[in-house]
């Protein structure tokens, strides 16, 4: 008998499970303990700031992020960066989004392989999924010289075309897209979305929120405790 595929569903992180930005979050702890200095954390709430006060798009604001990031990693120990992380982690790992931890238990449940792709670093990226325990997470890999130093060189984003990872790793596993899900919330998660059979964008920005209505993709926004089927202006929980 052949053996049937498994089904996939397809996440990203920031802003679509996490409530927040994994990324900045672990800059800010690495300020605090003097990994990095001072200069990061305040070049970071600028970039909040401009973002929160309408000076810059979403997008402006993550790419200041993996810049802040860049500049500041060159030297840095690997175990340092593990340890913040695993602490940003753990304070946390409740504050995720209800629709997405609704749907990720769903999924489950029905024998999907769960995997997440995101553009922070994969350090962590790793610890936050060991409290959502997906199948699979991808994270931004920075280069070490074999001592457990960072040169501030990148050698895998996945961020770039998250859509050719996903055909990667389909062919790989043997995994069908048949009744696949896909979720995400900003353009540089279009190239997954357009590959699932259900695809979702979850509080969307503009770039997002623009092709999925064009492509009459199913819009979901949580606000507050409140979450919202834009397609039909439906409350669909609580």
């Known amino acids: ?85 695993r602490k940003v982690a753990e304070f946390n790992k409740d504050r995720v989004y209800i629709f997405a931890k609704d749907l990720i238990a769903k999924l489950r449940a029905d024998n999907y392989t769960l995997i997440a792709i995101s553009g922070s670093p994969i350090e962590i990226v790793s610890e936050y999924n060991k409290y959502l325990k997906l199948d699979e997470v991808f994270g931004t890999v920075y280069e070490t010289d074999g001592k457990g130093k960072y040169t501030g060189k990148t050698i ?16 790989e596993k043997e995994i069908t897209l048949q009744d696949s899900v896909g979720m995400g919330d900003t353009e540089s998660d279009i190239s997954f979305l357009e590959m699932v059979k259900r695809p979702i964008a979850f509080n969307p920005n503009f770039n997002l929120e623009r092709v999925a209505r064009r492509r ?3 819009i979901i926004v949580e606000k507050k405790d409140v979450i919202y089927d834009i397609g039909s202006f439906k409350i669909i929980n609580f």
């Open 156 to 171: 895998f984003e996945p961020v770039r075309h998250k859509g050719h990872l996903v055909g990667q790793y389909i062919a």
């Open 1 to 85: 008998m052949k053996k049937q595929k498994k089904k996939l569903a397809v996440f990203d992180i920031d802003g679509t499970i996490f409530r927040k930005n994994l990324h900045f979050e672990l800059i800010d702890e690495l300020s605090w303990r003097g990994i990095f200095d001072k200069k990061a954390r305040n070049s970071l709430v600028r970039t909040y700031a401009s973002w929160l006060e309408h000076r810059g798009t979403y997008e402006d604001y993550r790419k200041e992020i993996v810049r802040i990031y860049e500049r500041k990693i060159c030297g840095c120990s690997q175990g340092d960066i593990v340890e913040a992380s």
């Open 216 to 218: 009459k993709w199913k």
